[in-house]
């Protein structure tokens, strides 16, 4: 009998454990999974999930170009100019170094000497899934699905995770390292890096949660017309350039509100803050204002 039911609890995580690989779902409580209580179960369960995820992208990397980052690339130089004109667009000054200095430690480009612990590290077995299918279609491997791999990008909290296909990208106005840092301002709250925080703010910026691809993808956009133009312009033009041909092909946005986000952002001094104004959440109504509101509409429909 206990033979029996051993055979059957190895059939049961052989299962799971393939439908994980397969698609990246699993029973978060492990419900047939061994274990004294619910916390072993779980603690076993994500193991055995863990380990053979990374031994499945070992095996898949195996013959495969190996990626890795340009010669003498520095990561704490490029993360500082790349978030600089970002940060200093969107925060005041006595914020600047503070989020500079969280944008820089949340930067990990996923490659073959960090793969197995970015894996191991990830809280998250769905994101770990995800995080394995990046550094797949880094190395010219399909997912775990079978299917082509098109992730670049990956952000978690506040960790950045980019491909090393960032460095061999032929689109002018991607910048998946931008637009992974934008989503970490409203994934982080203000009060966690000793911020000023109040109950309406909250998060490092007010960014309605329709509208975070936007911001995402607008901030992107802009600053590689930064980078590119060398006049206001000139960012005109790049800014004409990219709606007729380069706005990203996604149902996440609106595009020809992402266009129109963009346009306003080159017109202006600071484009930062027009994108952050364009996505912000809609403005509170004081009570007192609500009220006499509803009053007046109370008359309005009695007369």
């Known amino acids: 009998m206990t033979d029996r039911r051993s055979k059957r609890t190895k059939r049961v995580m052989d299962r799971e454990i393939k439908r994980y690989l397969r698609t990246g779902d699993h029973d978060h409580d492990f419900a047939e999974w061994p274990g004294r209580d619910y916390l072993s179960r779980v603690t076993a369960g994500k193991q055995a999930m863990e380990d053979a995820l990374v031994a499945e992208v070992k095996r898949l990397e195996a013959g495969q170009k190996l990626p890795s980052l340009p010669d003498d690339f520095d990561l704490a130089t490029f993360a500082y100019r790349k978030f600089t004109p970002m940060v200093t667009g969107l925060f005041p000054a006595n914020e600047r170094e503070t989020i500079l200095e969280l944008l820089g430690r949340s930067l990990v480009f996923i490659t073959h000497e960090n793969i197995e612990q970015v894996l191991r590290e990830e809280h998250w077995l769905s994101s770990a899934w995800d995080l394995a299918n ?9 997912c ?6 098109y992730l670049v990008g990956l952000s978690q ?19 998946f390292v931008v637009h992974e840092a934008a989503h970490v301002f409203h994934n982080w709250k203000r009060e966690r890096v000793g911020l000023p925080h109040t109950r309406y703010q909250e998060w490092l910026l007010p960014i309605d949660f329709s509208k975070r691809e936007e911001f995402a993808y607008a901030c992107e956009a802009y600053g590689r017309i930064l980078e590119r133009a060398k006049s206001p312009a000139d960012r005109r033009r790049q800014q004409v350039e990219y709606a007729e041909g380069w706005v990203p092909s ?7 509100e992402l266009i129109d986000i963009l346009a306003e952002a080159v017109s202006t001094r600071n484009g930062w803050k027009r994108i952050l104004k364009r996505c912000a959440p809609p403005k509170r109504v004081p009570r007192s204002v609500w009220i006499k509101q509803a009053a007046h509409e109370a008359v309005v429909r009695a007369s």
């Open 250 to 256: 996604t149902d996440r946005v609106n595009q020809s």
């Open 144 to 149: 775990l699905n079978g299917k082509p791999s």
């Open 134 to 142: 990046l550094y797949l279609g880094s190395i010219g491997s399909k």
């Open 157 to 175: 909290e506040t960790s950045c995770y980019v491909s090393t296909d960032y460095f061999s990208d032929n689109d002018p106005f991607a910048d």
